[in-house]
C-alpha cells in the first residue's frame, strides 16, 4: 500500500496550486498566528507593540510566505517535482501514516512518476528565509536567524502534512477521495 496517486499537474495548475499557497486562508490565518506569537514575545522589539508592531510583524509573515511560494513554482517547474502533499491510500497505523507525513516533508513525487529528494522544497523555504532578511532589523536579520526561520517552516509542513494525512477535508480536491 503506497500513497494516493494523481494526474500530474500541468505548469499552470502548479501555478494555481501556489497561488492559492499565498493567497488562502492557510496563510491569512497563520500569518496572523506568527504575529500575535511575535508581538507576544516583542520580536523584533524594533516593531514594538500595538497596531503598527502587530501590521509589520504580519506583513513579514505573509511576505515571507509568499517569496516561499515564489520559489517555489519556479523550481517545481524547473525541477519537475510535484508541490502536493500524498497521503496513504488505505489509512494505515498511525505510525505509518505519521512516517509519511515526515517523510514527505523533505521527500517528493516528481513529474514523471519517480520519487527523490525534495530540492524546490528545501530550497525554496531556505531561500525565503533567508530573503526575509532584507526587511529584518538587525536584531532578527541575520544568517542564524534565517536557518531557525528555514527550519520551523519545514517543520510547519511537516504539520500541514501531518494535518492532510489524518483530515481529508483539508487535502486539495484533486486528492481527497482517491485510492
Known amino acids: 500500500r503506497g500513497t494516493v496517486s494523481a ?8 501555478f494555481e496550486y501556489r497561488v492559492v499557497q499565498s493567497f488562502g486562508l492557510g496563510n491569512l490565518i ?17 516593531w514594538g507593540q500595538g497596531v503598527g508592531g502587530f501590521a509589520h510583524r504580519y506583513a513579514s509573515g505573509f511576505a515571507g510566505t509568499f517569496s ?14 510535484d508541490p ?9 497505523h498511525f505510525k505509518r501514516r505519521t512516517l509519511n507525513a515526515l ?5 517528493t513525487k516528481n ?20 530573503f526575509t532578511n532584507l526587511w529584518q532589523p538587525a536584531s532578527t536579520g541575520q544568517q542564524s536567524n ?14 500541514y502534512n501531518f494535518i492532510q494525512e489524518f483530515l481529508p477535508f ?9 485510492h
Not at 517523510?103 to 521527500?107: P, S
Not at 480536491?173 to 482517491?178: E, F, G, K, N
Open 68 to 81: 516561499r511560494q515564489a520559489f517555489a513554482f519556479a523550481l517545481e517547474t524547473a525541477l519537475r517535482e
Open 30 to 46: 497563520g500569518a496572523g498566528i506568527g504575529a500575535a506569537v511575535g508581538q507576544a514575545m516583542d520580536a523584533p522589539n524594533e
Open 84 to 92: 502536493r502533499y500524498f497521503p496513504l491510500s488505505k489509512g494505515g
Open 111 to 130: 513529474d514523471d512518476g519517480t520519487s527523490g529528494f525534495a530540492y524546490a522544497r528545501v530550497i525554496s523555504k531556505s531561500a525565503a528565509a533567508e
Open 103 to 107: 517523510k514527505q516533508t523533505v521527500w
Open 7 to 14: 494526474p500530474q499537474l500541468a505548469t499552470d495548475e502548479k
Open 146 to 159: 534565517a536557518i531557525i526561520r528555514a527550519l520551523i517552516g519545514l517543520g510547519a509542513d511537516a504539520g
Open 170 to 178: 483539508a487535502r486539495p480536491h484533486s486528492l481527497r477521495h482517491r
